[in-house]
């Protein structure tokens, strides 16, 4: 059928309405055009994607800048009897464990080097096995574990990435897997033993106050230099040991970062501390203050140019009673597992525990 070019009435109408009809020498959008000249402004483009050329204002850009804004965590499983129980989800590939540190180590590698933030979790396959079970999932799933992975930092031990070998990071992070494990039992057993039958007071709180303000006192009395404390306590199930590192060197005016029920900051010398080793160290010597249970308290001081000194207490329910200088070289100088007397270390001086004020009030009866 031939067609007519022709517009009649009801397309001039149309064209009218448009901004009058099309002559072949006037384009279609002449009009538009030309209010887009007056403007300052050039035709319009041809939609279409943009180009991502990767310079400022791109989706490259964009998208890069939002990569370096995202934080991920990496799964590990430290020893080879984690990673044997692992083997038994198909979907699980590796097959040794060696290889699989060295892959784990160069993954690691390629994401700092892509500026990317990275956790380092330990991967627990008992606790991913209850994990599983508890939110209904399939343990042998890549997702499954994944899923795990991006929530041990909340449940478990976790350490950030700083470029250290994988040699140097492990045991790290068994020692905060270690110092986590402790604190929670610590934890638990004074929230299991309640309040007081005669006064109602919480003896597991009062506890933690009590030895908050002991080692604040005892710090206090310690004086300047480094201090390493170590604090060991036989648990109904397990010895409980917690260690803690202050700096008694700096000048007074630092504010000090210890537990909270005592007001750490109030003295202007007093030592700095790690919040979360303190709370660790003070919540095991709670326990055993609130649990009668036996245990000990040794502390190193170290100043430049002096040799270290030694000394010792013996943890009991109303605080902690000074050993002698022959009781503190006799715990330092004799094998536990033995009883054979060790050599003493040279340098190191043998003291007598000092009495450390204890003018905190009875919580309880």
Not at 135 to 151: F, I, K, N, Q, V
Not at 333 to 344: K, L, N, R, V
Request: glycine share 10%.
């Amino acid at each position: 059928m031939p067609h007519d070019s022709t517009p009649g009435p009801d397309e001039e109408r149309r064209e009218r309405g448009r901004g009058g009809a099309a002559g072949p020498d006037t384009p279609k959008t002449g009009r538009t055009d030309t209010k887009r000249k007056a403007a300052g402004r050039g035709p319009r483009s041809r939609p279409g994607r943009r180009k991502n050329d990767g310079r400022p204002g791109s989706r490259i850009s964009f998208r890069a800048a939002l990569r370096r804004e995202t934080a991920g965590t990496v799964g590990v499983l430290a020893d080879s009897v984690d990673f044997r129980a692992m083997r038994r989800y198909p979907s699980f590939t590796f097959d040794d464990h060696p290889d699989y540190l060295r892959e784990t180590e160069a993954l690691l590698r390629t994401l700092a080097s892509r500026q990317l933030h990275t956790t380092v979790a330990l991967f627990d396959p008992e606790d991913f096995a209850a994990y599983c079970s508890e939110h209904g999932l399939d343990p042998d799933s890549a997702l499954s574990r994944a899923r795990y992975t991006a929530e041990i930092p909340t449940r478990g031990a976790a350490v950030p990435y700083g470029g250290q070998p994988l040699d140097a990071l492990l045991p790290q992070l068994i020692d905060t897997a270690v110092r986590r494990a402790t604190w929670e039992y610590a934890s638990l057993l004074l929230a299991d033993i309640g309040q007081c039958a005669d006064c109602g007071q919480d003896i597991g709180e009062a506890a933690f106050d009590r030895a908050s303000h002991l080692l604040l006192g005892l710090l206090a009395e310690a004086g300047p230099g480094g201090h390493h404390l170590v604090c060991s306590v036989s648990a109904p199930e397990e010895q409980l040991i917690a260690v803690l590192h202050a700096d008694g060197t700096e000048p007074t005016g630092r504010e000090s970062t210890g537990p909270e029920p005592a007001d750490v900051g109030a003295d202007p010398g007093a030592a700095v501390l790690d919040l979360p080793e303190t709370a660790e160290f003070v919540t095991v010597l709670a326990a055993a203050l609130a649990l009668g249970r036996p245990g000990g308290l040794v502390l190193r001081t170290s100043v430049p140019g002096r040799p270290d000194r030694l000394h010792g207490w013996r943890i009991h329910p109303r605080g902690l009673h000074p050993l002698t200088e022959a009781e503190v070289f006799s715990a330092y100088c004799t094998d536990a597992a033995t009883g054979e007397p060790i050599s003493p270390e040279p340098g190191v001086e043998y003291r007598a525990g000092f009495t450390i004020p204890d003018d905190y009030p009875d919580a309880h009866h």
